[in-house]
């Protein structure tokens, strides 16, 4: 028998989770922890964060009416945006031609590379003409003026402070009078009040940096903001945090070499996939005006598994040397280790190699290397690493004189690249006589293409470049030859 109504409990409603779970990577929300990311994949980056209390309501249940937007068509006359020069021409280049005003500029490296170095130099340089303040959220004031003398920067007109609350900085730039240049380090150890969860989450990152940004745009500060990056040397956080800034620059570098390269893969203000190279001494980052002469100055004569590959980092040419290491192989499976460039092209070269020119050259142990710590990412490399390839292979170096660059198709047929001549004037400068490169397009009018500054090797498929190593390779046809 069933009880009395009366004496039946009320039903309680179930209490909402007043937790979630965030992933560090993608910024996706979980109700409860797992291991892996069902959005993005990742594995280990859900983080407990306190939840919001409520879903916005909408527009419609404000009662407020918004304000009519005004359109303007696409002729018209802009001012030309004014620059702030650092009068370090290598950050400068790499910036477009300097710091635009009321512009958020991120930059990221690994721990150590030197970003704080690289910024402070910037800002002392920066604070001859410009109101700067620098704002440490990683280190107190004393280590940030023991590295300015260091420097010998301790007589910069800089404005210094350790802070890491987001309030605080903001009322302090959201004055009638703001500085001119405001450099936050680093944007994961700044945090909102208003949020419970832990400073360098996603939802403090996002926060923070909106709120910075959204104030210098306002009072016309440029911002740089330093963020830290993942072990695969990708900016931490999820990638709202490069939509929202004007420019994304990565520091890179390998920890051996002295060499940092600033490389712009982000900017609203300039090109994109511009390069600035550095040289890391006892006073600080030293810029360095000619990288091709500096890359290539340890380079050894007439050794075979070498080739000067010519390419383009953005608008400027640079020269490089490619190293190769081609050697017997043990039972199993062969080794592959790859410094500079990317693995799978060198899996594709390795196999139009073995496919169209018929060299046996799977089975044994490689290894391949870009000097100096660059890192290359156009196709153009492509006949620089099968020379450097073959060369070590058949024991037979590349002439000391020669650069080669072109890109290779599946079918064996080496592709024209862009900035021919450019490649062409630097390698001359530098003294080069010869290059070996793709067969060029006659001129569209039916004339002759203009005359290279440098004797040339033009080659049209890939085996009219075994030719060049006679101990390696099947017979193949000669390369045209055109002479300056």
């Known amino acids: 028998m069933y009880p009395p109504s009366d004496t039946r409990r009320p039903r309680t409603p179930l209490a ?3 937790t979630r779970y965030v992933c560090q990577s993608c910024g996706a929300a979980h109700p409860k922890w797992a291991g892996r990311c069902d959005a993005c994949g990742a594995w280990n980056t859900l983080v407990e964060e306190a939840a919001t209390e409520g879903t916005p309501a909408g527009l419609g249940k404000s009662g407020a009416k918004g304000r009519r937007i005004e359109f303007v068509g696409l002729e018209g006359s802009s001012a030309p945006l004014p620059r702030r020069l650092t009068r370090i021409a290598e950050f400068d280049r790499v910036c477009g031609g300097g710091l635009v005003p009321a512009s958020a500029v991120l930059i990221g490296g690994d721990p150590g590379i030197g970003k704080s170095t690289l ?3 910037a800002t002392c340089r920066l604070a001859d003409a410009s109101r700067c303040v620098y704002v440490s959220g990683e280190e107190a004031v004393d280590q940030v003026r023991l590295r300015a003398a260091r420097l010998g920067l301790s007589k910069a007109r800089v404005e210094l402070a350790a802070a890491t609350s987001v309030r605080d900085i903001v009322a302090t730039l959201d004055v009638a009078d703001p500085p001119d240049v405001a450099v936050i380090d680093s944007i994961q150890t700044m945090w909102v009040d208003t949020l419970d969860s832990a400073p360098g989450t996603v939802a403090q990152v996002r926060a923070a940096a909106s709120e910075l940004i959204r104030v210098a745009k306002r009072r016309g500060t440029t911002l740089l903001l330093v963020g830290h990056v993942t072990k ?16 994304v620059l990565y520091f890179e570098g390998e920890r051996g070499h002295q060499f940092r390269i600033l490389r712009a893969v982000k900017n609203r203000f300039g090109p994109t ?9 006892d006073g600080g980052l030293s810029e360095v005006p000619n990288p091709s ?12 598994g070498t080739a000067v590959f010519a390419g383009i980092e953005g608008t400027r040419p640079v020269l490089v040397e490619v190293q190769a290491l081609v050697s017997p192989s043990p039972p199993g499976t062969p080794r592959r280790a790859v410094i500079g460039w990317d693995s799978g092209r060198l899996a594709m070269v390795l196999a139009v190699l073995e496919a169209r020119c018929g060299i046996q050259i799977g089975a044994n142990d490689i290894y391949l290397n870009v000097a100096g710590g660059l ?46 001549d450019a490649r ?10 010869s290059a070996v490169m793709p067969s060029r397009r006659p001129a569209r009018a039916g004339g002759k293409p203009p005359e290279a500054p440098l004797r040339t090797v033009e080659l049209s498929r890939l085996d009219e470049l075994m030719p060049l190593f006679p101990a390696e390779g099947p017979p193949a046809r000669r390369p045209r030859t055109a002479a300056s």
């Not at 695969?232 to 004007?246: C, I, K, N, Q, S």
């Not at 390069?275 to 001494?281: K, Q």
């Not at 390839?389 to 004189?401: A, E, H, K, N, Q």
């Open 16 to 18: 909402r989770p007043t």
């Open 119 to 121: 910024l402070l130099q």
């Open 232 to 247: 695969e040397g990708t900016l931490a956080g999820p990638r709202v945090l490069e939509h929202m800034v004007d420019t």
């Open 273 to 281: 996939d511009e390069i600035g190279v550095f040289e890391m001494t």
């Open 293 to 304: 002469e500096l890359f290539l100055a340890d380079r050894q004569g007439d050794v075979s």
């Open 375 to 420: 890192r290359v990412t156009e196709p153009a490399a492509d006949l620089a690493v099968a020379a450097a390839l073959v060369s070590s292979l058949s024991g037979t170096p590349m002439p000391r004189d020669a650069v080669v660059f072109g890109e290779i198709g599946l079918s064996g047929e080496v592709r024209p690249v862009g900035q021919t």
């Open 424 to 433: 062409l004037k630097e390698a001359a400068k530098l003294g080069f006589a």
